[in-house]
């Protein structure tokens, strides 16, 4: 079976399973996004979620976050955890989006990793979800799953995300990513995976599981 072939079946079990996937985390307008996948980092969605509600009331525009005390935006997302350094990153990329995107997240990739704290896995997600274009998030779940089932071979996630374009249909890519995220919730866990009950079982190629194959 080729890899292509591979992942169209993955992601037609995956439809099955999460028919509506969305991201985990809750925003109603794009720079919020942004702003949110910046703060969890190192941190769990929904502790930002929790911030996050709050921090939308406080600063409720751009300019609010571009023009905003620093010290005072450092308490108010010190529950994120790093908050210095994401407190300062966060005017500084909403400060880039007034001043040089006319208030308006960029679209394409090279302008968004000119924001500060803005990496490729939070450049993917606003392509993603916002702009609805094929965007790969490689996350922890999409990086250890998807080398179970044999789409990649690889840990360091732009290689991932190289390799993933390669096979997923692109318009289904950014749909993979939230699904595979929540499947490695459920099921796919990092330690002691359901194996048994995995609905993508035919598809894995994790030694461990084959070994448990063989033992059964």
Known sequence: MKLKEKAVMICDVLDTIYPDPCCSLIYEKPYELMIATRLSAQCTDARVNIVTKDLFQQYPTL?????????????????CGFYRSKAKS?????????????????????????????????????????????????????????GRL???????????????????????SSRYCHQ????????????????ESCPLKEYCTNPSFKKKQNKA
């Open 63 to 79: 300019d609010s976050f571009a023009d905003a005390d620093i010290a005072e935006l450092e308490k108010a997302v010190y529950p």
């Open 180 to 195: 595979i995220v929540q499947f490695g919730r459920d099921t796919c866990t990092s330690q002691r995976p359901k194996c």
């Open 150 to 172: 044999g789409l990649t071979k690889k840990h360091e996630p732009k290689q991932v995300e190289d390799d993933l374009r390669k096979v997923l249909p692109p318009e289904r």
């Open 90 to 146: 966060i005017k500084e990329m909403c400060q880039r989006v007034r001043d040089v995107f006319q208030g308006e997240v960029p679209d394409n990739m090279e302008d968004l990793l000119t924001l500060p704290g803005i990496g490729r896995k939070t450049a993917n997600l606003l392509l993603g979800d916002v702009y609805g274009k094929p965007a790969v998030v490689t996350d922890t779940h999409c990086i250890r799953i998807s």
